[in-house]
Each structure stands twice: as structure tokens, then as C-alpha cells.
């Protein structure tokens, strides 16, 4: 599998094209910059799901049914 | 403001997003302000788009419980991350029963994680006895961009309490990486004029002229006589630290109108004469 090219890399993890100016940076800045948002992203997603993993057991127990079914679907 | 001050400002606000310290930034010295503050502002969507399916699922269930309940679990189980990524779909009188209910800590917590433009309803709903003591509790922690990006969606009284609690560095800080640089002035109004001079020698000590030459910069007339009659207290060594700042970041201009607000006296010549025939 070819290996994606860093602006466009980075185009992915924006979910958008970058101002005019970040076309023009080094490779490997536009690689740094994709990254950095993928961790970000990445480290927000996994918070967050842990969050609502722990947030059900919560949840008074004739309720969970209904709420874990409006989470999850 | 100068490109140079507004293209460091924007670096630490993509910083702060991104959780990092600013020197773990790649280089980005070829971008200009303008496209930094773009490129931000795509990845706070991206970033908190995505998650945004199961996130509205949680805030629908949120009205299945009692406020009581709610509060419990964003504090125990929940974590300001969630909770902050979840407050937009929660309608704005049950978040602020919600947020009433948890400690001001938390609710800062909060604060570092939202984004005041997708909550702006709600705060709008917040009372002062509410916002001041989270506001104060921000300012303690010195999260100047958390506190910068709020101050546009504060009331008065808020910014107030948060103005006092902030010490003189801290004030500057949070004032050059404001959000919304046009309402400056109007938080500069509110600020007690006594503490003007104190700000100014903090400038002067801590090598922060920059940032008060930049928050200068941003006042009318009405609001740059405190800063004008301040000045006229400095004393020689922090004078030549103005002086060797205003060349550095190039802002004589925004000098030079206030240098036309002060009274004659040793400050004023000093500056005058420093200034290479710009004031006279």
C-alpha cells in the first residue's frame, strides 16, 4: 500500500484543506502537524468512550436499559 | 496588533488545543496569523465533531434522570471531557441545574474542554454567583487561553471577578491570547485604573512589554489615559525596557498616541527622546 503523502495526511486528520500557507511547509511539518491532530482526536475518543462506559454503571438500574439504549445506538 | 505578536498568541492557542507545550509546535513561522487562527479553528471542529453521534445520545438520556443524578455522574463517572463535549446539546436551563450542583473545581475543569461558541446559550443562562467563582478559579489556575476564549460570552460582573483574581502577569497573559480582542477595551474599563501602574512595572519585570504593548494597542483614546498616566510613574530602568520592547515589536505608532496623553515630566521626555524624532 502506498504510503499517503503528508499534505494530504493532513488534509485527512483536519477533515478539510488547510490554509494556502500549510501547502507550503516541509513534509515533515505537515506530517508532525497530521500527527499531533490524529493524537488528539485519537486521545479524545478514547476519553470519552471510557467516560460513558463508566458514566452507565451510574445510572440507577431501572433506567439503564433505556439510557445505555439511546447511548449506544 | 502586529503580525509577529498575533502569529505568537495563535501559537499558544493551538497549543493549548492540542494539549501541548508550545515549543512541541512544529515550526510554523511561515504561516501567517490569519491562516494559524483558520487552521485552529477546523481543528476544534474536527476535534469535536468526532464524537458527536454518541454524544447527543448521552444528552438526550441526560433529561431521563434528575438533575441531582446527572450532576453525580459527570462529576464521579462522566469527567469534564465528556461533560464538556456533551453541555451543547443539553438544553441551557437543565445544564445550568446541572451545573449548579457541581463544585466550582469541576465546572473549571470543565471550562478548559468547552468550546464557548457551541455553549454560548447556555452561558448566556449562568448566573454571576455561578460564573465568578469558576471565572476566579481559571484565573488561580492561570488558564489564560481558556480564559480568553470565554470573555465574549461572560457578563460584566464575571469578567470582573476574574480581572481580580488575576494577578498582573496573569492579566496580561490572558489579555494577549484573547479570543475576541475587539471587547479588550471594554474589559480594560472595568479594570480598577489603580492597578495600572502595577501592570505596567510587571511588564517591565517579567519581559512581558509585548504583551502590554499589544493590549495597549487595542484601546480607544478614553481607555489609554490610565495607561498614559502610568507610564508617567515608570522610572529610568523600566523605561529602557519599554523603549528596547517597542523597537523590537515595532509598535511606536500605538506609543506615540500615548505619548501625546501625558503630561510633560521626566517619563515623557525619556521616551520622547527615545523615540528618534517619531513623537516630538
Known sequence: ???????????????????AAFADLPGETQQRLADLLREARHHNITSLNEAVASGLSFVPRPLRGAITKLVMR | MS????????????????NLDVEELPDLDAVPAAELRAFREAATDRLFDAT?????????????????????????????????????????PRAVDIAKR????????????????????????VPDDLSVPVAEELGRRGE??????????????????????????????????????????HAVSLLDPARMPGILRCAAEQDLWPEALDLISHLDDAERLPVARALASLDEEHLTSLVAALDEV???????????????????????????????
Open chain 2, 102 to 125: 457541581l463544585p466550582k473545581d469541576f465546572l473549571a475543569d470543565v471550562s478548559v474542554e468547552l468550546d464557548p461558541r457551541r455553549v454560548a446559550d447556555i452561558l448566556a443562562e
Open chain 2, 144 to 185: 489564560f487561553v481558556t480564559m480568553g476564549r470565554f470573555l465574549a460570552f461572560v457578563s460584566d460582573a464575571g469578567i470582573e471577578g476574574a480581572m481580580n483574581s488575576l494577578s498582573d502577569e496573569a492579566l496580561l497573559q490572558t489579555a494577549f491570547v484573547l479570543e475576541h480582542k475587539d471587547k479588550l477595551g
Open chain 2, 52 to 92: 458527536a453521534g454518541t454524544l447527543g445520545g448521552i444528552s438526550k438520556s441526560s433529561r431521563l434522570v434528575p438533575a441531582a443524578v446527572s450532576a453525580t455522574i459527570a462529576r464521579k463517572a462522566f469527567g469534564p471531557l465528556l461533560c464538556a463535549r456533551t453541555a451543547a446539546a443539553v438544553d441551557p
Open chain 2, 250 to 280: 515595532d509598535l511606536w505608532d500605538t506609543a506615540t498616541d500615548v505619548l501625546g496623553m501625558m503630561e510633560d515630566g521626566p517619563a515623557r521626555k525619556r521616551l520622547v527622546a527615545a523615540s528618534g524624532g517619531r513623537v516630538s
Open chain 1, 1 to 19: 500500500m502506498p504510503e499517503t503523502a503528508p499534505f494530504e495526511s493532513l488534509c485527512h486528520e483536519l477533515g478539510a484543506e488547510p490554509p
Open chain 2, 3 to 18: 503580525e509577529h505578536l498575533e502569529h505568537r498568541a495563535e501559537l499558544l492557542k493551538l497549543a493549548r488545543l492540542l
